[in-house]
């Protein structure tokens, strides 16, 4: 027997959810199918777990850099009560809460691995191995996310490493670590482990860590990390590993590093080889391409739109955030071309995602925190931009002063010198984070250098950098 929905969505994550909600607020019958846990990578194996594992050190590391408060701590972090936290960010991984909320909307829920099998089919297949197949009179959604990749190094698969799934979800901190990768992973790992009294060693491919970012916030974290008493190798190749009576051993070019944990943090790949894509002519592990309101970009879509791809899957931008975006769009998307509505596609419209090509905010956690939207000076000037850039000291800002007596960081803009707005932003230091959501509006309400003169900011804060930013540049 075949149960039929106007929509199904592939994958209850936080992307899955938000385009069975939207959709579902626009009158569509929906159903969610999942293999594991309803909420998805970010509840539990991603964003929430690892934050709860990186807020113990940032609290600890702001009280001990204040006269007065440094005084009143003693001791170091425990363990044990960081990772009893991370539990119960993640609700003991029970995601029965996130199954209340989509039984309250009127969404419903199928459990098991989902598969297509031609167009506005899935077959959904139990953990028992019952089977119920579904049709879609309107939409499939795939929101299935991305997983992390191991690389082809002799012997790695068969240590069966940690992912950034095993690494959040520990119940134990190594006392020795290696982490393969230098990116936001990779970093923001070997920051909390550190911080959990593991020796950790990185083994970076790149001349840098985050490699993407502006160089000085490289070159920040890297020294922070470093001053920790991580030891950042870059340059580094690894060659094999294996395990030993010890532990297990990484060969890179430069020799062997004992451990007894590997952390592989070296990209992610779509969470499509077994989606069953090639019943409907697309590669099977494929990314799916697609355009603003997330329409897969394939000839089954031609004449008759109803495969779209949202979140990790379409590889527009790797974020929850971006993914939930997304999400919202295509959500109303599918339901106003499903009630034959027309389609508000302006460059602001709410029925396509368009922030998602060059105004992507993102917080790295570590030691100092990362947070940038939009271009790096360098990515502006290769797309062509004509920018000028600022630069200053966030130590310097007398609300940094009161904040932190040691307060590290910088801040640069980089502005469009033809339209002279702002394309770009990078913090760097001690909760900056906080800094990112004013650059993006700066960056997507793309507000003129003149007019941001007018956007006073208090007295002492650290936001005050906007203030000295403008100053530098000078152009007003």
């Known amino acids: 027997m075949t149960e039929t929905y106007d929509l199904i969505v592939i994958g209850a994550g936080a992307v899955g959810e938000n385009v069975a909600d939207y959709a579902h607020r626009g009158g569509l019958s929906t159903v969610i199918v999942e293999s594991e846990l309803v909420g998805g990578e970010c509840s539990y194996w991603a964003c929430m777990p690892s934050k709860a594992l990186l807020r113990p050190e940032a609290a600890?590391?702001?009280?001990?850099?204040?006269?007065?408060?440094?005084?009143?701590?003693?001791?170091?972090?425990?363990?044990?009560?960081?990772?009893a936290k991370r539990d119960a960010i993640v609700d003991d991984y029970d995601d029965g809460g996130q199954v209340a909320w989509l039984a309250s909307t009127g969404i419903d829920l199928v459990r098991g691995t989902a598969r297509l099998t031609g167009p506005r089919a899935v077959q959904v297949t139990a953990?028992?191995?019952?089977?119920?197949?579904?049709?879609?009179r309107r939409a499939v959604a795939v929101c299935v996310g991305s997983a992390p990749v191991l690389p082809p190094v002799p012997g790695l698969r068969e240590l069966e490493p940690w992912t950034s799934r095993e690494a959040t979800g520990a119940t134990e901190v190594p006392g020795r670590l290696v982490v393969i990768g230098g990116g936001v992973v990779a970093s923001e790992m070997a920051t909390a482990y550190r911080s959990l009294g593991a020796e950790v060693t990185m083994l970076v491919r790149g001349d840098r860590v985050l490699t993407g970012m502006e160089p000085f916030a490289s070159e920040l974290v890297s020294a922070a990390l470093a001053e920790s008493g991580v030891d950042v190798r870059t340059g580094v190749e690894v060659t094999a590993a294996r395990r030993t009576d010890a532990g297990v051993e990484v060969t890179t070019g430069d020799g062997a590093v004992q451990a007894d944990a590997v952390l592989v943090a070296t990209g992610r790949t779509p969470r499509t080889h077994d989606l069953?894509?090639?019943?409907?002519?697309l590669e099977d592990g494929s990314w799916l391409d697609v355009d603003d309101t997330m329409l897969v970009d394939a000839p089954t879509n031609d004449g008759d739109p109803w495969l779209y791809a949202v979140g990790d899957v379409n590889h527009r931008a790797l974020l929850t955030h971006e993914g939930k975006y997304q999400a919202r769009a295509a959500g109303r998307v599918i339901a106003a071309r499903a009630n034959g509505d027309a389609l508000d596609t302006e460059p602001w419209g709410r029925h396509v995602a368009t922030a998602d090509h060059?105004?992507?905010?993102?917080?790295?956690?570590?030691?100092?925190?990362?947070?940038s939207v939009g271009h790096t000076e360098a990515s502006a000037r290769k797309a062509g931009l004509r920018v000028r850039t600022a630069e200053y000291d966030i130590g310097s800002v007398a609300g940094a002063k009161i904040y932190d007596e040691s307060y590290t960081g910088r801040a640069k803009i980089v502005i469009d010198d033809e339209r002279d707005v702002i394309v770009g932003a990078t913090f760097v230091g001690p909760e900056v984070g906080e800094l990112l959501q004013s650059a993006t509006v700066a960056v997507v309400g793309e507000v003129p250098i003149q007019r941001l003169w007018h956007a006073v900011p208090s007295y002492p804060t650290v936001s005050e950098v906007w203030?000295?930013?403008?100053?530098?540049?000078g152009r007003a």
């Open 60 to 83: 600890l590391r702001a009280a001990r850099h204040v006269s007065g408060a440094r005084e009143a701590v003693t001791g170091a972090l425990d363990p044990a009560h960081v990772l």
């Open 127 to 136: 953990i028992d191995g019952t089977v119920v197949d579904l049709e879609a």
């Open 276 to 281: 069953g894509l090639a019943s409907v002519g």
């Open 358 to 371: 060059g105004a992507v905010p993102q917080v790295t956690f570590t030691d100092p925190e990362v947070a």
């Open 467 to 473: 203030l000295r930013l403008l100053e530098t540049d």
